[in-house]
Structures are given as structure tokens and as C-alpha cells.
């Protein structure tokens, strides 16, 4: 694909490493002309200056709704703007509204070269999300670690236990009171916060 | 049996019918496990219940009309039988505008002709001058707070499209635009005016109730398939935000709601705030000054929550008077349809009283400037105006 059959695309997203998981994404497949917006202050006059074929922009972004100004009749405007694929491709908005994304496309473009940049857009937005969710089970899981490593320091000073004492009574607690052991680790910590 | 529902809304003030039937367990005793969505844009709002994530929303009424019309975004019908609030939004201006109106001012500031008079003179000042345009946020191009801004300043002769700029700003970011002088005035809704004025960057100006006596505002919206499969369902939920209406406007309960509209999930901020827009009574300059009126936002209190068809025509002739869609009468009968108060009567019935032709207004919206408003020639209405991008 020339550089100049490539559509412009104009991807709008605060969060940068979104942006360019999304933006390698497009670069891979043959998009090359794609600019990443992460200022949301003009944001109207910076997309009428790069006059894109095709804008992305994230659902969690308010944003959005500066977008919506560009369907109106205004002489600022070059081109009207049409939104997501067709008025028929129920399933397409779906998915998009889905993966936390949505696609504004200027009139003109054809229905199949939009096709390719939503569906890869799509994917990637799962990709991301899915990547958030793991980011954060780790986090809690460190955070989780944390606080039962604080919780057997309490308990072997306090009972006056070995670590692996500690951790078996923090384990056969929460199994027959059927909670995890961070919970229990984290009684432990209120607790001796409250007694202290 | 509960029916489970999900019903999404933007943070402010004339979301509370849809959040206290809720909180207060009102949709719970209607058999109804609502959940409650959050969202950051209108456009979000209107996509999700347009393919059924939402069974329900408090949505903007020129939103739910021009989604039933097809403009500016797939056409899906919406119906509203149920208003969630009318009036409720304001006008407010930086303290630089605010200094330059008074010093144009001919008359008594409380009259939108006579500030949108000084706004004419303090324009054509400004032009002269060789002064940027200046520039007005409002929320949604389909929104009320665009229309009302655009009906006040071109009663004054200032041409909305010409004179200044009028951008769409996201409500949260209002005030902070205000503040870094990225616009120099707004319209939106409760709480934005006021947390503008307690922060010294912005002077409320009007009431939009200074400028339309009715103003329907958000509606509670559903999609009119899902109204034709689910009659009871809508009942049931049309019964819950009714007993919430009333609730917020016993006086004695207002703290309360105020209390429980705060809390971060919902609205987020302060329920001092939040309480004067209950109340009606608000603090309008960064000097303390208070301004009180009954008419600030109606919740269900005077028939408010009754829709009516009037006013859905006056917001599809302002549709067409900005030249966002052609006169058709068969548009104008689509938009009439989408407010129902035959669905608001069947549930009901008429105990909560008919609207009032209140105020100064003799016909449904009770404008401040041009002829007396009737569905039945908006053409004839609209020639009255001198400015517009409508052409007949």
C-alpha cells in the first residue's frame, strides 16, 4: 500500500501505551499515515489541521462529544462525517462499543477499507484491556503478598511462632472460615492496628 | 421476580429521579434490579441504548429526538415517557465578559433582551477592535444548552455562527475552560454553574428559565422497540422515577437526596452544591450575591415530568432554525411522537396534575423574545426571527 492510498488516521487517546499499542498495530497491517492525539484542549482545530479519513477515539474519553460537533453544518468543516461503517452494520458498532472504542469516518472512504482498520482497532482494544486486567491482578497480588508478609511478622512476635508456623495458621484460619488468606492477613494488620 | 435493568446517566443534578429510585429502593419495590452506569459523553449514552447495552437512559431530549430522526447518527426511535427535569441549566460568563456586558448595559441585567443587547454592543466592540471572536461551551450539538444559548444571543442580534464561536465542550471540563480562558462563557447543566462561581472564574448571568419559562431538559429514554416488548416493565419504572420525583421535591427531603446525589458513584461533589439546585436558590457572582427562583429546575413538581409534544416540536424548530435538518412535516410529527405523555398518563393517570401555563409564557416553552409558539406553523414561527440558517 503507496503512502498515498493509505488513509490518514487520527487516533485520539490519553493513554499513551494504548496509542501505540494501536498505532504499531496499524503501521503492521500497511496503514502508515497515523497521528496520535493526546491533548484534548483544540482538539476540533488539531484534527481540522491534520484532516484525517478516519478518527478513533476511546469511549472512556468525554471528548467524544467534540466530535460529534463536526456532523454539524459549519463552514470549519471540509467534508461531512459519517459515523462507524453503516447504518446496517449493527454488529460492527456492537463490537466497537464493546472493545471500549469508537470510530469516526469522513465521507468518501469505502465501506471495505474501513473494515480492516475497525477490525484490527477492535482486536487491539481487547488486547489492551486484557493486558490492563493482567497488570492489575499483579499488582494486587504483590500488594496481596505484602500484607501477609506483614501479618506473619505480627503473629510470629506476638504467639512467638516461625514463619512457617505463621503462614499454617493464617492458612488453616481462612480454609474454615472459608476466606482467602489475604483477608485474613489483612484482619490480622486492622486488628493489631486497633489494639496498638 | 426482579427484572434486571441497566440504565446509564451523565453526573448532574436532573439525573436524580433515575438515582433516588434507586438509592431509595423505589425501582427495588417496582420489582426492578437497576443498575446504574456512569458515563463520561452524551454520545456514549445515546450509542449504548441505541444496541441495548442501556434498557434505559437519562438522555438529553433534542438527543432522543434527533436519534428518532436519524440526524447526526443511526436512526433508532426512541421514546420518552417520562421528563427527568425541566429548566435546570444557566449561563454563566467570566468575570472579564461579565465586566464588559454591565459596562454595556441599558436596562435591567435580569432581562435576556437587555443582556443579549450589551452582548451585541460588546461583540461589535470587540470586532472592531480587531479582538478573537469570543467563544460560548455548550454540551451536545443536540442539546438544549445549545439552543438556548443560540435563542438568547440572536434575540439580542448576535448571529450564533458569525459573531462568536460556539464549541462543545464536555461538562466536566467547563469550569476549567472558563477558568484558563479557553471560553469565555457556557451553558450547562447543575452542578457546573455553581462550582464556576464558588471557584471566582465565573459570574451565573441567566437562568435559562429567564429565557424559557418550560424548557423540557433530559427525558428518561428507551428505545421503542424495547417500550413495545416491555409495557410493564416501563410502567414499573416510570412508577419508580415518579415516587423519586416526588420524594426530591418534599422540601423536608431534599437534604437527604442532596446527600445521596454527592456521593462519588453518582455525582460527585459536594451535597452543599447539590442542595442549591435542589433549592432553587443559588450563589450567582464570586461576591456572595444569591439569586433565588422557583423555576431554577422543576423535578416532577407542576406536571414537569408529564412530556409534552409542544415542547419536542420547539426543540425540532430549533433543529431546523440552525439548519441542522430541512423542514418536513412528517420529521416534525416523528419528533411530537417521541414525547409521550399517553404512556405517562396510562401509568399514572392524571393525579399529579396537567402542566401549568406558568410564568409569563402563553404558550408551552414561554420564550422571552419572538411570537407565541404553536406546533402547528413552525415555518410561520420561525419567519419571525431574523436570524437563523433555516431557509424556507
Known sequence: MSAESSPKIVIVDESPIRAAILEEGLREAGFTRVVHISEMQSLLAR?????????????????????????????????????????????????????????????????????????????????????????????????????????????????????????????????????????????????????? | MTTPLHIGFIPLVDASALIIAVDKGFAAAEGLDVTLTREVSWSNVRDKLNIGHFDAAHLLAPVAIASSLGLGHVKVPIVAPFNLGLNGNAITISPGLHAAIMGEIDGDPRNPLVTAQALARVVAARRKAGAEPLTFGMTFPFSTHNYQLRFWMAAGGVDPDEDVHLVVLPPPYMVDSLANGHVDAFCVGAPWNSVAVDLGVGHILHFVSDILVRAAEKVLAVRQSWSDKNPEV??????????????????????????????????????????RTLDGRLKISPDGKIRESSRYLLVGREGAARPDPAQAAWLYAQMVRWGQTAMRPDALKTAMGVFRPDLYDATLGHSLGQPGKSGSGSDAVGAFAGPAFTPDDIAGHLAAFEIGRWKP
Do not use: W
Open chain 1, 47 to 196: 484534527i481540522y489541521s491534520e484532516d484525517p479519513d478516519v478518527i478513533l477515539i476511546d469511549l472512556e474519553n468525554p471528548s467524544r462529544d467534540v466530535l460529534e460537533a463536526m456532523f454539524q453544518v459549519s463552514r470549519a468543516v471540509r467534508r461531512p462525517i459519517a459515523m462507524f461503517v453503516d447504518q446496517s452494520d449493527a454488529a460492527s458498532i456492537q463490537a466497537s462499543v464493546d472493545a471500549g472504542v469508537s470510530a469516526y469516518i469522513v465521507d468518501g472512504l469505502k465501506k471495505e477499507r474501513i473494515k480492516p482498520i475497525l477490525d484490527l482497532c477492535i482486536s487491539r482494544f481487547n488486547a489492551f484491556s486484557k493486558l490492563q486486567d493482567e497488570l492489575d491482578r499483579t499488582k494486587s497480588a504483590l500488594e496481596e503478598r505484602k500484607v501477609i508478609d506483614r501479618a506473619k511478622g505480627i503473629l510470629m512476635k506476638v504467639k512467638g511462632l516461625t514463619e512457617d508456623e505463621a503462614y499454617v495458621l493464617m492458612r488453616s484460619t481462612a480454609m474454615r472460615e472459608k476466606k482467602k488468606i489475604g483477608e485474613i492477613a489483612q484482619s490480622i494488620l486492622t486488628a493489631s492496628e486497633l489494639l496498638k
Open chain 2, 234 to 275: 416501563l410502567a414499573a419504572l416510570i412508577r419508580a422515577a415518579s415516587r423519586a420525583a416526588q420524594f426530591i421535591e418534599q422540601p423536608d427531603n431534599r437534604s437527604e437526596a442532596a446527600h445521596i446525589l454527592a456521593r462519588p458513584e453518582y455525582i460527585g461533589v459536594n451535597a452543599e452544591v447539590i442542595l
